[in-house]
């Protein structure tokens, strides 16, 4: 006997059927953390996210890319979540994070970054009657021939005094108090003129003799122009030292020396004991390179040392 399937029956089994629990995919999510505005001259910040996985995947790839900004910015680690980055200059960047899940589904989300142009100073020192200027004068024996803070000419040389050899230094040094010891060093410029009337060397021209080459020092310990001498002048440090070349030119204006590692450890480190200016070769005869000093009479051709830079 053959049994009859009820319509009731029939229905019952479609519904049990068409009842059956389905399952969505589910994206993952990301939540940006937003980064702040960069003041340079930083130029560092970092892209940081927080990715979830969700039903019951994993996060199979997590890709960092720039959109858009005035260059292209340096990412450490472009297939992480949190990645820092560099190399950043004014202006607006976008990045966007994609993250893919173990299913193959994928996300987006963008971070924006400002970064601010840095403010820049600028600070020029040309002091009349610097207290903090003087020639050293002495032989290669180390005896002294004498100081004189009081001189118009800023020089150095090797010459003789009353038929004996002599080696003349001059030190300087610039009021750098006014500058944060955190400012970003951007440009330090010393200007030398030479002494068109020099009273030293040979009288006539400011510079004279083969190898006349000079080197400005950075100072490394104290010293006071009244009192420092020969057999007690201060220690330099050949660091970041910048080297002058030779000229035949009897007169040569040097209204742009690039002085900017010496001020910038000065200034970061709160030590500035000023500028040694020497001949590179102190063995003589007969070398001179003559500038004017801040007692000089043209105040236009004091030393001067400007100064550009931001604050961190």
């Not at 959109?67 to 202006?91: E, F, H, K, R, V």
Request: proline share 8%; aromatic share 8%.
């Amino acid at each position: 006997m053959k049994k009859l399937i009820t319509c009731a029956t029939l229905c019952s089994a479609l519904m049990f059927v068409n009842c059956k629990k389905t399952t969505i995919p589910l994206p993952p999510t990301i939540t940006i953390i937003p980064t702040p505005a960069v003041q340079l001259p930083a130029d560092t910040a970092s892209l940081n996210a927080i990715v979830t996985a969700k039903g019951g995947n994993t996060i199979a790839q997590e890709t960092w890319s720039q959109l858009s900004g005035p260059n292209t910015a340096t990412m450490a680690n472009a297939s992480s979540a949190s990645t820092p980055i560099s190399d950043l200059i004014a202006g607006t960047y976008v990045f966007k994070l994609q993250v893919t899940s173990s299913d193959g589904l994928s996300v987006s989300a963008e971070d924006t970054i400002v970064v601010k142009s840095s403010t820049v100073y600028t600070l020029t020192l040309k002091p009349t009657d610097n207290p903090n200027e003087v020639d050293l004068w002495g032989t290669p024996q180390n005896t002294d021939f004498g100081t004189n803070p009081l001189s118009p000419e800023f020089d150095a040389e090797y010459w003789t005094v009353h038929g004996n050899p002599a080696i003349i230094r001059s030190l300087v040094s610039f009021d750098l108090s006014s500058i944060p010891t955190t400012a970003s060093i951007l440009t330090a410029t010393l200007s030398l003129y030479s002494d068109t009337t020099p009273l030293n060397g040979n009288l006539i021209d400011a510079n004279y003799g083969a190898g006349d080459s000079i080197v400005i020092r950075q100072v490394t310990s104290p010293w006071v122009a009244t009192t420092v001498t020969w057999p007690t002048q201060p220690s330099v440090t050949d660091t970041n030292q910048v080297l002058l070349p030779a000229t035949a030119l009897p007169f040569l204006n040097l209204p742009s020396i690039n002085v900017t590692g010496i001020v910038s450890n000065q200034v970061s480190t709160g030590t500035n004991y000023g500028f040694q200016l020497a001949l590179q070769n102190e063995a003589g005869p007969y070398i001179s390179r003559i500038f004017c000093s801040s007692r000089y009479s043209d105040s236009t051709r004091h030393p001067s040392l400007t100064i550009t830079y931001s604050i961190k």
